[in-house]
């Protein structure tokens, strides 16, 4: 019987950084497998070549089961790297304490106001900022949110309790950074914003909101790897590789990146010694990244799974798909982007190619197209008002949204395939409110479009929604592949009519 991974089990040589003596001086919130293969892997990285408390207090957001298996394995877990050449796998040490936020909200916020703790890291998605799809402000409508409005004292929301957290410190007066690891564009402005509308709405005290202003730092970051689900798979590979039964491994790609703002109140890990670019171009690089990376991962997906394909890889390797992911790259996303200086666009295309045609991951399209109504107000919105303010129809863009309608809300009589169901979609219940009764598919994507999803300024243009709406109904009538091939050869006329 193979022995539980544990302190004492760790094979010899297997434990990335040497972080055993670290204190915890970050809490991190949200456990999920992006964070553990990410930002974990990257402090271990770095206590292992300049050591400091900078050990990690993490709090998963509801789960227990996460939890529970790294308190068993004494906070261990190990990461497997999948690529064309292999695979191999390492344990990551760097967690010193655990919780669940759901069951100890105190707790959290007695770690995010303990002068000890120096950063705070996020990792909620793009949900978890409490945002409004409509304007893009602190959402008060929520019913977390107007409740935590309305008692301060004892929030529920993610932004209410890191605020709680955060006023409880001002009393301290110790310096921290909250820093946010989301696929946010300017996600420390985002954060640095939100947080701030909340404490006003809250009637926060004037200290607090100067504690905020001039003590708290929200630098910008930009975070990149492909993270899929774990799997049984995932769990016997990693026993084969190292020798110890782990029940909670995270299995990844072996490209990463994590560009950072150099703008810390109170210290942080060596990252960049571990890897990390501290730059002052973040936003550069984040456009690129939110663009052609996640809004491309979106197309492959939704595309992927109206054809009936389960994993990116196999959307992927259909050259229909690749032709409206390389159209909506050239046409839509690169001209709305400044590159880095020196930045080589073509060799980052192409090694997006290479990623995506990975099959080692089996990342599920069902994943990448979980929490659309969310994700795609990062990716769709922006480049679509620069080209329609340009005069140019952004027809791929019109699609990344029409087959996202299709496959979490698909208009009567439509099958949107057996993947369809799997992707978690928190607006499920009121997209199906905004479409009943919609006589047509057509009907049906406009019900989508005016109901409150999408920013009211890029709704406002007839010629994007109109366009949305003709791809679903070419979608319902046709097919994906027809609505993709009609797309990419209207790419080439792109006046608006």
Same mark, same amino acid.
Not at 222 to 235: C, N, Y
Not at 248 to 267: H, K, N, S, Y
Not at 286 to 306: C, F, P, T
């Given at each position: 019987?193979?022995?539980?991974?544990?302190? !004492?089990?760790?094979?010899?040589?297997?434990?990335?950084?040497?972080?055993?003596?670290?204190?915890?001086?970050?809490?991190?919130?949200?456990?999920?497998?992006?964070?553990?293969?990410?930002?974990?892997?990257?402090?271990?990285?770095?206590?292992?070549?300049?050591?400091?408390?900078?050990?990690? $207090?993490?709090?998963?957001?509801?789960?227990?089961?996460?939890?529970?298996? #790294?308190?068993?394995?004494?906070?261990?877990?190990?990461?497997?790297?999948?690529?064309?050449?292999?695979?191999? /796998?390492?344990?990551?040490?760097?967690?010193?304490?655990?919780?669940?936020?759901?069951?100890?909200?105190?707790?959290?916020?007695?770690?995010?106001? *303990?002068?000890?703790?120096?950063?705070?890291?996020?990792?909620?998605?793009?949900?978890?900022?409490?945002?409004?799809?409509?304007?893009?402000?602190?959402?008060?409508?929520?019913?977390?949110?107007?409740?935590?409005?309305?008692?301060?004292?004892?929030?529920?929301?993610?932004?209410?309790?890191? /605020?709680?957290?955060?006023?409880?410190?001002?009393?301290?007066?110790?310096?921290?950074?909250?820093?946010?690891?989301?696929?946010?564009?300017?996600?420390?402005?985002?954060?640095?914003?939100?947080?701030?509308?909340?404490?006003?709405?809250?009637?926060?005290?004037?200290?607090?909101?100067?504690?905020?202003?001039? $003590?708290?730092?929200?630098?910008?970051?930009?975070?990149?790897?492909?993270?899929?689900?774990?799997?049984?798979?995932?769990?016997?590979?990693?026993?084969?590789?190292?020798?110890?039964?782990?029940?909670?491994?995270?299995?990844?790609?072996?490209?990463?990146?994590?560009?950072?703002?150099?703008?810390?109140?109170?210290?942080?890990?060596?990252?960049?010694?571990?890897?990390?670019?501290?730059?002052?171009?973040?936003?550069?690089?984040?456009?690129?990244?939110?663009?052609?990376?996640?809004?491309?991962?979106?197309?492959?997906?939704?595309?992927?799974?109206?054809?009936?394909?389960?994993?990116?890889?196999?959307?992927?390797? !259909?050259?229909?798909?690749?032709?409206?992911?390389?159209?909506?790259?050239?046409?839509?996303?690169?001209?709305?982007?400044?590159?880095?200086?020196?930045?080589?666009?073509?060799?980052?295309?192409?090694?997006?190619?290479?990623?995506?045609?990975?099959?080692?991951?089996?990342?599920?399209?069902?994943?990448?197209?979980?929490?659309?109504?969310?994700?795609?107000? !990062?990716?769709?919105?922006?480049? *679509?008002?620069?080209?329609?303010?340009?005069?140019?129809?952004?027809?791929?863009?019109?699609?990344?949204?029409?087959?996202?309608?299709?496959?979490?809300?698909?208009?009567?009589?439509?099958?949107?395939?057996?993947? @369809?169901?799997?992707?978690?979609?928190?607006?499920?219940?009121?997209?199906?409110?905004?479409?009943?009764?919609?006589?047509?598919?057509?009907?049906?994507? #406009?019900?989508?479009?005016?109901?409150?999803?999408?920013?009211?300024?890029?709704?406002?243009?007839?010629?994007?929604?109109?366009?949305?709406?003709?791809?679903?109904?070419?979608?319902?009538?046709?097919?994906?592949? *027809?609505? @993709?091939?009609?797309?990419?050869?209207?790419?080439?006329?792109?006046?608006?009519?």
């Amino acid at each position: 019987m193979m022995l539980r991974l544990s302190r !004492q089990t760790t094979p010899t040589g297997a434990v990335l950084g040497a972080s055993a003596g670290a204190a915890s001086g970050m809490v991190h919130l949200g456990l999920g497998n992006f964070h553990r293969a990410h930002a974990a892997v990257y402090t271990a990285q770095a206590l292992a070549t300049e050591p400091g408390d900078w050990g990690i $207090h993490g709090f998963a957001n509801r789960s227990h089961d996460v939890v529970d298996a #790294m308190r068993e394995q004494d906070g261990r877990y190990g990461v497997l790297e999948l690529s064309e050449s292999g695979r191999r /796998a390492a344990v990551v040490d760097v967690h010193r304490g655990l919780g669940v936020l759901a069951d100890e909200p105190d707790a959290f916020v007695a770690a995010v106001a *303990a002068p000890a703790t120096r950063i705070l890291t996020m990792t909620v998605s793009e949900i978890g900022y409490c945002r409004s799809p409509r304007h893009g402000r602190l959402d008060v409508d929520r019913d977390d949110v107007r409740a935590d409005l309305a008692d301060p004292a004892r929030p529920r929301s993610t932004i209410g309790l890191i /605020a709680r957290g955060v006023a409880v410190r001002a009393a301290s007066g110790a310096p921290m950074t909250v820093l946010s690891c989301d696929n946010l564009q300017s996600n420390g402005h985002v954060t640095r914003a939100v947080l701030t509308e909340y404490l006003h709405a809250s009637s926060a005290g004037e200290d607090v909101l100067a504690f905020v202003r001039d $003590h708290v730092t929200f630098p910008n970051s930009m975070v990149d790897r492909i993270v899929p689900s774990t799997t049984d798979g995932t769990i016997a590979a990693v026993g084969d590789l190292l020798g110890v039964e782990d029940r909670c491994p995270v299995p990844a790609e072996e490209f990463t990146m994590w560009v950072l703002e150099d703008d810390f109140a109170a210290g942080r890990p060596a990252w960049d010694r571990a890897g990390a670019i501290t730059s002052d171009e973040v936003e550069a690089y984040e456009l690129v990244k939110l663009r052609l990376l996640n809004g491309s991962h979106s197309l492959i997906a939704y595309l992927g799974i109206l054809d009936g394909h389960g994993t990116i890889a196999d959307a992927w390797a !259909q050259p229909f798909v690749r032709d409206a992911v390389r159209a909506c790259i050239t046409h839509e996303y690169l001209p709305t982007i400044s590159l880095p200086k020196g930045f080589d666009v073509d060799a980052y295309v192409d090694s997006l190619s290479h990623r995506w045609a990975n099959a080692a991951l089996g990342h599920r399209t069902s994943q990448v197209g979980t929490d659309g109504s969310v994700k795609l107000l !990062q990716r769709v919105p922006e480049p *679509a008002l620069i080209a329609l303010r340009d005069g140019r129809t952004p027809h791929l863009l019109a699609l990344t949204v029409a087959s996202w309608i299709v496959s979490v809300a698909p208009p009567p009589g439509v099958d949107p395939g057996p993947y @369809a169901g799997e992707i978690r979609e928190p607006a499920r219940d009121r997209l199906a409110e905004v479409t009943r009764g919609a006589s047509g598919p057509r009907e049906h994507a #406009m019900a989508v479009l005016r109901g409150g999803f999408l920013p009211d300024d890029l709704v406002a243009h007839d010629a994007f929604t109109d366009r949305v709406a003709d791809l679903v109904d070419v979608i319902a009538r046709s097919g994906i592949r *027809a609505a @993709a091939r009609e797309a990419v050869e209207a790419a080439d006329d792109r006046r608006v009519s």
